[in-house]
């Protein structure tokens, strides 16, 4: 069983353009997370989504961010108009599902560079 | 909101010692889940224990044990006979039950991390 993949691993932007991070849950998960961690601190939780829906977007910038979980393919953070304040690593994370205990498994992360 | 500290940015060990991270946090539930990650220079992000708040037990995986005060809210994490590869950063990290109502209870709050060095 595959683990979680997201591409690319790095990613190099200059200021204004558009990043796109993709993510791939491991097979039969259907819930993904998004995290980010900038230089030298731990990760920030940004976006909670199950297949076509939010569930927490409470950690996401109110403009230029914005996630998604289609019902065919992997899930997609968007970063519109990047910033040199964008740079981080944006880690997605899976798990089966919801109800008691279910371990988030983590993604390689990508490196967003933005110059 | 929950909060998470880790207060020793570094910690150093000799190999085959024992070495102990601190991690405090702060919540207002009664019931929660607290795990221990490790982060080595790969950047992938690895679990490395879990403590369900309502077991008093404190959790062991081989090596690695944690030492649970819920009054305190203290959570730390010992390694015992240290290895080259236990090398990492290493973050704490907090996360509310699915049955305490709200839609919050998908996130992992972490701590800053603790970098941690075994030396040969």
């Known amino acids: 069983n595959a683990g979680v993949m997201q591409n690319p691993r790095h990613l190099v932007r200059r200021r204004g353009q558009e990043a796109r991070l993709r993510c791939s849950p491991m097979?039969?998960?259907?819930?993904v997370y998004w995290y980010r961690q900038l230089p030298e601190e731990g990760l920030k939780f940004m976006v909670y989504?199950?297949?076509?829906?939010?569930?927490?977007e409470s950690g996401m910038p109110k403009e230029r961010f914005s996630a998604e979980f289609p019902k065919e393919g992997p899930s997609i953070l968007r970063i519109q108009q990047v910033v040199r304040g964008d740079s981080a690593a944006y880690f997605c994370?899976?798990?089966?599902?919801?109800?008691?205990?279910?371990?988030?498994?983590f993604g390689p992360g990508t490196r967003l560079t933005v110059l | 909101a929950q909060t998470v500290t880790q207060s020793q940015p570094e910690m150093s060990v000799q190999e085959a010692e024992t070495v102990t991270l601190s991690c405090t946090y702060d919540?207002?539930?009664?019931?929660?889940?607290l795990f221990w990650y490790k982060q080595p220079p790969s950047r992938q992000m690895i679990l490395v224990i879990r403590?369900?708040?309502?077991?008093?037990q404190n959790a062991t995986e081989n090596r690695f044990s944690v030492n649970f005060q819920k009054a305190a809210k203290s959570f730390s994490l010992k390694i015992s006979d240290s290895q080259l590869g236990d090398a990492a950063m290493y973050f704490c990290a907090y996360r509310r039950l699915p049955g305490a109502g709200g839609t919050s209870y998908g996130k992992l709050t972490f701590g800053q991390g603790t970098i941690l060095t075994v030396h040969p």
């Open positions: 403590q369900e708040a309502y077991k008093q």
């Open positions: 994370a899976s798990s089966p599902r919801q109800g008691s205990y279910n371990e988030q498994f």
């Open positions: 919540t207002s539930e009664s019931d929660y889940y």
């Open positions: 097979k039969g998960h259907s819930h």
């Open positions: 989504l199950q297949k076509e829906n939010i569930i927490d």
